[in-house]
Nanobody, 126 residues
Framework: QVQLVESGGGLVQAGGSLSVSCAASGRSFSNVVMAWFRQAPGKEREFVGGVNWLGGRTYYADSVKGRFTISRDNAKNTVYLQMNSLKPEDTAVYSC???????????????????WGQGTQVTVSL
């Protein structure tokens, strides 16, 4: 059974940094695409960024480009989201997701992803 478990969320002041991680288990993740999404209260879930596990290529939403970085540790089956220069509008529940139908295409739509984590809260205060 595939499981994605996020950790590392919390409260941080604007301008600060925070890292969240997603531990994956239950199958091989060497040929999948992993992504991070976020959902703020009253808003739709939105794509943050993604990585293809095999080659490590990344793609980011414009709203986080240059501030957020996604990386993965193959040995630990873990994907990380490093968030710098955080803004109050980054406040949301952050979830990781896995698309097992592709090893290269990083989709921005939620329907492309087969497995989801439970999410972790990130709150950025003024």
């Amino acid at each position: 059974q595939v499981q994605l478990v996020e950790s590392g969320g919390g409260l941080v002041q604007a301008g600060g940094s925070l890292s969240v991680s997603c531990a994956a288990s239950g199958r091989s993740f060497s040929n999948v695409v992993m992504a991070w999404f976020r959902q703020a209260p009253g808003k739709e879930r939105e794509f943050v960024g993604g990585v293809n596990w095999l080659g490590g290529r990344t793609y980011y939403a414009d709203s986080v480009k240059g501030r957020f970085t996604i990386s993965r540790d193959n040995a630990k089956n873990t994907v990380y989201l490093q968030m710098n220069s955080l803004k109050p509008e980054d406040t949301a529940v952050y979830s990781c997701a896995a698309d097992i139908d592709t090893s290269t295409l990083i989709s921005t739509g939620i329907d492309a992803y087969d497995y989801w984590g439970q999410g972790t809260q990130v709150t950025v205060s003024l």
